[in-house]
Nanobody, 124 residues
Framework: QVQLVESGGGLVQAGGSLRLSCAAS????????MGWFRQAPGKERDVVAAINWIGGTYYTDSVKGRFTISRDNAKNTVYLQMNSLKPEDTAVYYC??????????????????WGQGTQVTVSS
């Protein structure tokens, strides 16, 4: 069992930065794949970034070079550093945890646990 709580969202101007945090609890946190997803109004929930239990990372093309996912297993926390933010990054951002091995990290249905989301709004 994993429980997730996101924080760090807010309003920022284009070109600015935010760091999202996901505080997790669970007996096997270090063995979970952790992902960040986002959902904008009228759009599907899509993967942003993911990190596996050994630190391997994945980024969707639209955020490569701008966003960085990391995890601190000792603190049971996963982060999403977002730089050079664009208005199109505006969305509710969700933290997710999944115990799956192999396969796509981009499918929301593969993740077992979800946070409640945090709003990120980027003004132009």
């Amino acid at each position: 069992q994993v429980q997730l709580v996101e924080s760090g969202g807010g309003l920022v101007q284009a070109g600015g930065s935010l760091r999202l945090s996901c505080a997790a609890s669970g007996r096997t946190f270090s063995n979970y794949n952790m992902g960040w997803f986002r959902q904008a109004p009228g759009k599907e929930r899509d993967v942003v970034a993911a990190i596996n239990w050994i630190g391997g990372t994945y980024y969707t093309d639209s955020v490569k070079g701008r966003f960085t996912i990391s995890r601190d297993n000792a603190k049971n926390t996963v982060y999403l550093q977002m730089n050079s933010l664009k208005p199109e990054d505006t969305a509710v951002y969700y933290c997710a945890a999944g115990s799956f091995r192999g396969g796509s990290v981009a499918q929301p249905k593969r993740y077992n646990y979800w946070g409640q989301g945090t709003q990120v709004t980027v003004s132009s």
